[in-house]
């Protein structure tokens, strides 16, 4: 058992990691098993099990490993709001803006808009507080536990491919329910949209001075809007255009970090993950 705990300490992110899987997945297998018919049980409880999977797993590792502070760091991050006004107006706006521009150019080529009046908007403040309740548990882990521990011993480069090739494979048993709207997308447009946001979250996170209010609100809007796309129907034949958006952000940041240098590493110190 010593071993165990010290091969915890001496590898965090790695522990994080599969502990993330090992508990979203116990719920969110037994859930698409369900939606194929293969299993007669689903609960919601299955459902928080594997939203809070990042946020378990990120307390445990810190627990175990006994992190001076770890917790009050990791939580404490929650609550940096000292940054100008331009972020507040960027995560509250920034996926209006982009599905905006995919509806206009969806439009160019002759995809239909639904009559906007068809959706409840005044909905959009409790699905709001709702998504973001959903989405916290997730980032606490992604971006307030692994990515600055990431952060000490890789470029963000690599964090992009590290980070976003492990959150796709995350998101399988998603991609892989029929009830699930993300089962309804093209698996490569699955794979361009995390990959995208993985930049553009990192980005927000260090712009922010590695606040995960911003990155968190960030992530409810994108699933709010998602939301109104889904029950205005044009929830999938808009994502690649969203997508295809999106991914030209995250080129941007990319192509504007390598010119000021920021994607070497530039960590106070090695650690190992």
């Known amino acids: ?17 599969i502990l993330a899987f090992a508990i979203t997945w116990l719920g969110w297998v037994p859930q ?3 939606g194929r018919g293969l299993s ?6 299955l459902n928080v099990i594997g939203g809070s999977g990042p946020t378990l797993a990120a307390v445990i590792v810190i627990l175990l490993i006994k992190e001076k502070g ?19 107006v960027f995560v509250f706006s920034f996926w209006f803006v982009v599905d905006a521009i995919a509806l206009g150019i969806g439009a160019v080529f002759g995809q239909k ?15 709001f507080f709702f998504v973001l309740l959903q989405n ?3 980032e606490i882990g992604w971006r307030g536990f692994a990515l600055p521990r990431l952060q000490r011993s890789f470029s963000n480069l690599k964090i992009y491919l590290i980070m976003g090739l492990l959150w796709i494979l995350w998101h399988l048993p998603l991609m892989l329910n029929p009830t699930s709207p993300m089962s309804h997308i093209p698996w490569y447009g699955t794979v361009i949209s995390i990959l995208s946001a993985t930049v553009i979250y990192t980005w927000l996170y260090e712009r922010t001075n ?3 209010f911003f990155v968190i609100v960030y992530h409810a809007m994108s699933n709010t809007v998602a939301y109104v796309l889904l029950q205005l129907g044009i929830f999938e034949s808009s994502h690649l255009i969203i997508d295809g958006i999106t991914a030209v952000f995250a080129i941007a940041i990319i192509l504007f970090s390598i010119r000021d240098g920021s994607l070497k590493f530039s960590g106070p110190q090695k650690l190992d993950t």
């Not at 058992?1 to 990691?17: D, E």
């Not at 808009?113 to 699905?127: E, K, T, Y």
């Open 113 to 127: 808009i639904p009559p906007l009046d068809q959706f409840a908007w005044l909905s959009l403040f409790p699905i």
């Open 1 to 17: 058992m010593s071993n165990l705990f010290s091969t915890i300490k001496r590898h965090p992110v790695v522990a994080f990691y």
């Open 136 to 138: 916290v548990w997730e």
């Open 32 to 34: 698409a098993l369900y």
């Open 210 to 212: 590695g606040s995960l």
């Open 40 to 45: 007669s049980y689903n609960s919601p409880l």
């Open 70 to 88: 770890g917790l009050r760091q990791l939580f404490g991050a929650l609550f940096k709001l000292r940054v100008s006004l331009v972020w507040y």
